[in-house]
């Protein structure tokens, strides 16, 4: 079938055409179903459930829970064993959801061109599955149908689509028969997936399935493999290494328990040996870590969903606080995705009423509506006025035109087309073009205004006509309102913004001049990436933050450099094209409101009102996730110094046995509600987003973390270690020197917990903790579970505890005090409420 020339008005004669298709024949149906293959997407092999639940565990951070369960199965800790295996098969269960995200967004691919067809077959018209779709089949496309499969365009009248799902701009696209060298997405191609919101045409199937431009992002993001966290990695070397070191001092344990125990029987000396050797291994293995993690992670998401952000991937949560460059659409993120009347150009007194009339009565074009809602206020529409003619919009005259009741033609359009059908003086002309050019480099978008007065005959054609100039109108999309605000915020806090967008670049650069984006005077377009190297786009993008008029696979491109030069990238997006790219990148943000389900399934935090300034409070929260996060591994650490050196030491020295196996687990209860919960409340410091943003190689604690940490811990135990040692050889009973020294223990990783919080003094800390009512339901059982440990009968049998008088615990607070303030001297020292750890 040959190509048809665009009419206007021709409902009867795309009638007239559809009576000369014949279409595919049923056997060249089968025939090229077997040559191009059918129109479905290729689905991704999807794993065994339990391939995916053994790569879950292959991840230290769950071997080191598995570990620690085991260790509480050995000493006959089966409710505390339990309740570890619980926690495993919990996270499990979080990481089988996260896996499965892959599946969920091919499956929403897939729904997109699940729908009816109406083709041509055997010389009549026949409705079909998308799915039976083949190459060479003839289409009808009418205004809200979607496009079932890419097919070249054989007939238009004023068929235009809205191709935002692939380009990610809301702008109609009109389609033509001529053919299109210099676009990539074809203005006489029409693509599957894409929604047809005005005309109708007739269109022939070139491509089906994976080998459409949905397919192609299909297949690539299939072949996306998502990055670990930075903390992730940091977790993970910090486990292995903290795993490492307990089985090494295990080891030293047993060895030196046995040696140091001549006096037993073999047999007793090697229960003791495991005994202390299992304790140790309590004491040292910190699996709170990643029950730390999780549960911040966890409420880190709950409290980004009150600030409109959907956190689908809990991980990437305190990436956010290590990302340095933020690449965003322009289009409904940077600005409201809202056409508005920004200026206009007056040639005539009667512009106004122009401008109105030459838009149609039910406006669905961004612009139009714009138009008209400038132009209601300011024109009274004539009574029992009638369009008796119209001039669609097409690709190739770029304007359109109407004539109301056979005497007024109003014409508007692309300058380009309307200015040359003007009645202008050389002079005038050159102050119009002055005026379009002032507009233009403002990024507006320029409309221009005119019309024919007392008709005698409608014309065949607006080339026909000799028009009179009435004006200009500038349209542009205004920026969201504290974008601004949020840039500057951005730059402060050392984060880069890209945008990235389908528009022209003067549109784009009008926007980023306006919001003051830095550099914007460099643009980079789609073409010009096109042939460019990835390694002189790796080069381009250290500096360059405007892309305009990208492709599809430009996204993915710009962040492989980006990330390249070792950046931590935060892509948006909504549309289809995006999900390869959102899925790459180290946080993906989908648009909530406009996204496409394909983008929201590939993201991993999802915009509930797609706004620029939500994401910056996202990255806020990250950076005070990630802050407390390494207090609480602080703290984490500090402890367990004790407690693997009492139980190292207490056997050297040929003491009594302070730290048994349920001593170790009741300390264990201590610490994770602590660790989960009160430093999980900490309020973001007012300067958080002033500091530069951490590197994705920085270890979640340096040297001086770790000697800091250590020295606290050392502190605790010589407190605990020299009270103990001269209970004993001061003759007080064996159970009331482990009560004392215990309590000791117990009391210090409390005061320590809030002496790590932040820079304030531990004692300011402890007051300002009675205002939350969660920290003082977590003090308040600790200290009802400490009065029993030391005056329930039970305990008193089981941890060899015995009850102590009021004079006891006064001695207990004051020995508590020593071995926690005096890093309240050096917080006071450094300066008095300055941080005395920027990091911190």
């Avoid at 029987?265 to 029950?291: D, Y």
């Avoid at 004392?740 to 210090?748: K, Q, T």
Wanted: glycine share 6%; charged share 25%.
């Amino acid at each position: 079938m040959t190509k048809i020339n665009e009419g206007v008005n021709m409902k009867d004669k795309f009638n007239d055409i559809l009576k000369e298709i014949k279409g595919l024949n049923s056997k060249e149906v089968i025939l090229s179903r077997e040559k191009n293959g059918s129109n479905k997407l290729e689905e991704k092999k999807q794993e065994s459930l339990f391939i995916k639940i053994l790569n879950i565990f292959k991840e230290p951070m769950f071997l080191l829970l598995i570990i620690a369960a085991s260790v509480y199965f050995l000493v006959g800790e089966y409710g505390d064993g339990i309740i570890m295996l619980v926690f495993v098969i919990g996270i499990c269960f979080i990481e089988f959801i996260q896996e499965s995200k892959t599946d969920k967004a091919l499956e929403e691919l897939n729904k997109l061109s699940s729908l009816n067809v109406r083709v041509f077959r055997n010389e009549k018209e026949e409705i079909i599955s998308s799915d039976e779709v083949v190459v060479g089949d003839i289409v009808l496309l009418e205004e809200g149908d979607k496009v079932s499969a890419d097919g070249e365009v054989l007939y238009s009248q004023s068929l235009g689509l809205n191709e935002s799902s692939l380009t990610g701009e809301s702008e109609i696209v009109y389609k033509n028969t001529k053919e299109d060298k210099d676009n990539h997405f074809k203005l006489n191609v029409c693509y599957c997936g894409t929604d047809v919101t005005n005309g109708m045409g007739i269109i022939r199937i070139i491509s089906v399935g994976n080998s459409t431009e949905l397919g192609v992002i299909g297949q690539s993001l299939n072949s996306v493999e998502q990055e670990k966290t930075p903390l992730e990695k940091q977790i993970n070397k910090l486990v292995f290494v903290c795993t490492i070191i307990s089985g090494i001092i295990f080891i030293l344990t047993l060895i030196i328990t046995y040696m140091f125990h001549p006096e037993l029987v073999f047999t007793k000396r090697i229960v003791e040996a495991i005994l202390a050797g299992i304790t140790i291994a309590m004491a040292t293995i910190p699996e709170e870590i990643p029950v730390v993690l999780t549960v911040f992670l966890a409420m880190g998401a709950w409290e980004l969903t009150k600030k409109k952000t959907l956190t689908r991937n809990m991980k990437t949560i305190e990436t956010l606080g290590a990302v340095d460059v933020l690449c965003t659409d322009k289009t409904g993120t940077l600005t409201e995705n809202k056409m508005k009347v920004q200026d206009i150009y007056k040639f005539s007194e009667t512009f106004t009423d122009t401008l109105y009339y030459a838009c149609p009565f039910v406006a669905y074009d961004p612009m139009e509506i714009a138009i008209k809602k400038y132009c209601e206020e300011k024109v009274q529409m004539k009574k029992n006025a009638t369009i008796t003619k119209e001039y669609a919009f097409t690709s190739e005259t770029k304007m359109m035109g109407q004539i109301w009741d056979d005497e007024l033609l109003c014409v508007k359009g692309a300058y380009e087309s309307v200015l040359p059908l003007c009645d202008l003086d050389e002079k005038d002309y050159e102050i119009i073009k002055q005026k379009i050019n002032g507009f233009s480099k403002e990024g507006f978008r320029v409309l221009a205004v005119a019309r024919k007065n007392n008709l005698k005959e409608n014309p065949d054609s607006l080339d026909d006509v000799k028009l009179e100039f009435e004006g200009l109108v500038a349209l542009y999309d205004p920026p969201r309102y504290g974008v601004e605000t949020s840039l500057k915020k951005c730059y402060s806090a050392g984060i880069r913004v890209i945008m990235i967008t389908g528009d022209n670049g003067d549109t784009a650069k009008g926007i980023a001049k306006r919001i003051n984006l830095k550099n914007y005077d460099e643009v980079i377009t789609g073409k010009q990436l096109e042939n460019m190297s990835d390694e002189k786009l790796a080069e381009k993008v250290k500096t360059v933050n405007i892309f305009a008029r990208v492709y599809p696979n430009h996204k993915m491109r710009i962040v492989n450099a980006l990330q390249k030069n070792n950046n931590v990238v935060a892509m948006t997006g909504d549309g289809v094209n995006d999900a390869p790219a959102l899925k790459k990148a180290n946080v993906g943000i989908a648009m909530g409101q406009r996204g496409t389900n394909v983008a929201k399934e590939s993201a991993d935090l999802i915009l509930l009102d797609d706004n620029f300034n939500t994401i910056i409070k996202a990255i806020e929260n990250g950076r005070n996730i990630y802050s407390n996060i390494r207090k609480a591994i602080s703290y984490i650490i500090a402890i367990h110094v004790p407690i693997a050196l009492l139980a190292l030491f207490v056997p050297i020295f040929k003491l009594p046995t302070l730290l048994l196996p349920i001593h170790v687990m009741l300390l264990e209860l201590l610490i994770d509600p602590t660790s989960s919960i009160i430093f999980q409340r900490i309020k973001p410091n007012k300067n958080i987003m002033e500091d530069k943003p951490r590197k994705p190689n920085e270890p979640i604690l340096n040297i001086k973390n770790i000697l800091k940490c250590i020295s606290q811990g050392l502190l605790i135990f010589l407190a605990v270690f020299s009270i103990y040692f001269l209970l004993i050889k001061n003759k007080i009973e064996p159970n009331i020197s482990i009560t004392i020294a215990y309590s000791i223990l117990v009391l210090s990783i409390i005061l320590i917990a809030y002496q790590l919080k932040n820079n304030k003094l531990t004692i300011t800390n402890i007051l300002n903790s009675f205002n939350d009512k969660i920290s003082f339901v977590v003090n308040f059982g600790i200290t009802i579970g400490l009065i029993l440990y030391v005056y329930l009968p039970f305990f008193n049998n089981v941890a060899n505890t015995s009850p102590l008088t009021l004079k006891g615990w006064l001695f207990i607070a004051v020995i508590s005090l020593l071995a926690v303030l005096p890093f309240d001297v050096v917080k006071i020292k450094v300066g008095n409420g300055v941080k005395y750890d920027k990091k911190d």
